[in-house]
């Protein structure tokens, strides 16, 4: 019952700690790294609040040190993921209708758990099972979480004031009804935030969801469920359900109530959904929303005007940051000849300087690949790098998996702009330069925009207005998030809406209203206080 407009608390980005050594934070996460990694964690699902172990089980092995053994996580039968699908329906009754004070006191609560007591855990899940460094865990984990939590509560309520227009005797009122059925979220293993982020944005707005983690997040996906439950989310709104995704989503997809699919993963896995639920349309009660945020090759371009040190920077830190594992990662750059071999001569320097290990060692810039198939595929295409006459390997280069699935930051140089690595995402810490002659910019342009099916993050570098200006209208459909001299990666929920168009997703835009509209069905509701007696309108006398 409200009895009053309620504002929430203004949201603000939560302040990145530095984990410098000796801080606080530090000593605590490497403290809670230590005993989680020496620890044994059993990772049951969850549906309907209660523990499900099916003891078919896999185990979950930190990427940098493959042979360790840090738990295991129960993975379902065809029968669990029915009961997730009923569950969710029972509880929606109750949660669909409890006032949305409500709803936004939990996931305020959680926010600032996170903050606290939770922040040391979250990071060190995400450190030891997805091999993020602190700094890298503690702004996914740790800060865009709980700006997610803090911008969505806020972001509810401003769709909520936004109300139609009354002429005089009537009130028009718009309600933001949850969809009808459940939503089905399925997130991917780089992002912690995105993960807690997929169910939470459309339980927020009043949605059920069952929930299928990433296989290789089941560890950080364990503490999200711990936060959700201890901030007093209430059983059934969120099910969690881990294994095989081919019979989760069969057997999700050909439920009639299924009504939102909230993905973020690979573009070919959400192109394949897509499809699925296009097949089994005339299965569902109502229209499914599809929101994914998908693949990516995300592009640098400089100008001859640019400053070389920032483009060097803008590629080592957007390109080897977590291995090259973020979504909006560098992975081709265009450069004019005339400033290359500065460009080259800082990347050079820099990219020396870059340690690589377990996040356990602060100092190591560069963790591992998060499993052996990814490994494999990023060292093949590295390999046929060093064979190719239109390639060549000029840093980085080696890899080994005898511990953890280490790759050198590599550098390769392309003479040809469509060579492979300038059009395939790998999703691994390699990033594929072509050198243009400085008066074909303007083609260049159109290589950029032209060259893969994505469009997700693309950073341009340029000194001169005239050609940031020609630059962003040349490549105004080739990224959902554009950079002007600055890096493509790191957006932040409340300032850098994320998202991207083409095959890179559906640009809903995490992290803003335009994904939570997706997760209501708006009710129009008209109210005539005199209604009228007579039918005749004056045109028919
Ligand atoms: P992935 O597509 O392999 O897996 C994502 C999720 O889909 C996982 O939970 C996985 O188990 C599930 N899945 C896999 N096959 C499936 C199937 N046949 N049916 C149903 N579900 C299935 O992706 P990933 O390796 O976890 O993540 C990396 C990918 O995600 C990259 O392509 C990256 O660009 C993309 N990504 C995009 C964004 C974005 O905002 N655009 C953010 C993060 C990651």
């Given at each position: 019952m409200t009895r009053g407009f309620f504002n929430v608390p203004v949201a603000t980005n939560e302040p990145v700690k530095s984990?410098?050594?000796?801080?606080p934070e530090r000593n605590e996460v490497l403290a809670t790294y230590k005993a989680m990694y020496n620890g044994k964690v059993d990772i049951p699902m969850h549906i309907n609040g209660e523990e499900i172990k099916t003891g078919n089980i896999r185990n979950i092995t930190p990427p940098?040190?493959?042979?360790?053994?840090v738990g295991q996580y129960h993975i379902a039968e065809k029968t669990h993921v029915e009961s997730a699908i009923s569950t969710a329906l029972a509880a929606r009754a109750a949660w669909s209708s409890v006032s949305w004070m409500e709803r936004a006191s939990i996931f305020l609560k959680a926010a600032e758990l996170l903050a606290g007591p939770y922040r040391a855990k979250m990071n060190a899940a995400t450190m030891i099972a997805?091999?993020?460094?602190v700094f890298q865990a503690e702004i996914d984990a740790a800060c865009e979480m709980i700006d997610f939590f803090k911008f969505n509560v806020q972001y509810m309520t401003d769709i909520f004031k936004d109300q139609p227009a009354s002429a005089p005797g009537i009130w028009n009122r718009v309600e933001y009804r949850p969809l009808e059925g459940f939503v089905y979220a399925i997130s991917p293993f780089n992002f912690t935030s995105i993960a807690a982020n997929l169910p939470a944005a459309a339980a927020l707005m009043g949605n059920v969801v069952v929930w299928k983690p990433s296989d290789h997040q089941a560890y950080s996906a364990q503490v999200i469920v711990d936060l959700f439950k201890e901030a007093g989310?209430?059983?059934?709104v969120i099910n969690v359900v881990y294994g095989d995704p081919v019979m989760i989503s069969d057997t999700i997809l050909a439920s009639?109530?299924?009504?939102g699919l909230h993905f973020t993963g690979s573009t070919f896995v959400f192109k394949e959904l897509w499809k699925q639920i296009g097949n089994n349309i005339?299965?569902?009660?109502t229209y499914p929303r599809i929101v994914g945020e998908t693949g990516g090759k995300d592009f640098i371009w400089a100008h001859n005007s640019a400053n070389p040190l920032q483009i060097a920077t803008a590629i080592t830190r957007g390109a080897f940051e977590y291995q090259g594992q973020k979504?909006?990662?560098?992975s081709r750059a265009y450069i004019p000849a005339s400033i290359w071999n500065s460009v080259k001569e800082h990347l050079t320097n820099q990219v020396n300087e870059l340690k690589m290990g377990s996040?356990?060692?602060?100092?190591?810039f560069v963790n591992a690949v998060i499993h052996e198939g990814s490994f494999d595929k990023i060292a093949s295409y590295i390999d046929a790098a060093k064979k190719d006459?239109?390639?060549?390997?000029?840093?980085g280069g080696n890899y080994d998996?005898?511990?953890?699935y280490f790759i050198e930051p590599t550098v390769i140089l392309a003479?040809?702009?469509?060579?492979a690595t300038m059009t395939?995402?790998?999703?691994?810490p390699v990033i594929t330069i072509y050198i243009y002659e400085d008066e074909a910019w303007e083609d260049s342009l159109k290589l950029v925009d032209e060259s893969t099916e994505y469009a997700l993050t693309g950073a341009i570098f340029s000194k001169d207005r005239y050609i940031v200006e020609k630059a962003s209208k040349a490549l105004?459909?080739?990224?959902?998030n554009f950079y002007i001299n600055d890096k493509p990666t790191g957006a932040v929920v409340g300032q850098q809406p994320f998202g991207g168009a083409r095959?890179?997703?559906?640009?809903?835009?995490?992290?803003?209203a335009q994904n939570l509209l997706r997760w209501t069905s708006v009710r129009l509701i008209k109210e005539t206080f005199v209604s009228p007696e007579d039918y005749k309108y004056p045109f028919l006398g």
């Open positions: 984990y410098k050594a000796n801080s940098h040190d493959h042979k360790h053994i997805q091999s993020k460094n989310l209430p059983d059934g009639p109530d299924f009504s005339h299965t569902y009660k979504c909006s990662a560098a996040p356990e060692d602060t100092s190591n006459n239109d390639a060549e390997v000029i840093l998996k005898s511990v953890g003479k040809s702009p469509t060579y395939t995402e790998l999703f691994g105004e459909n080739a990224a959902g095959a890179s997703g559906t640009n809903d835009k995490a992290g803003s």
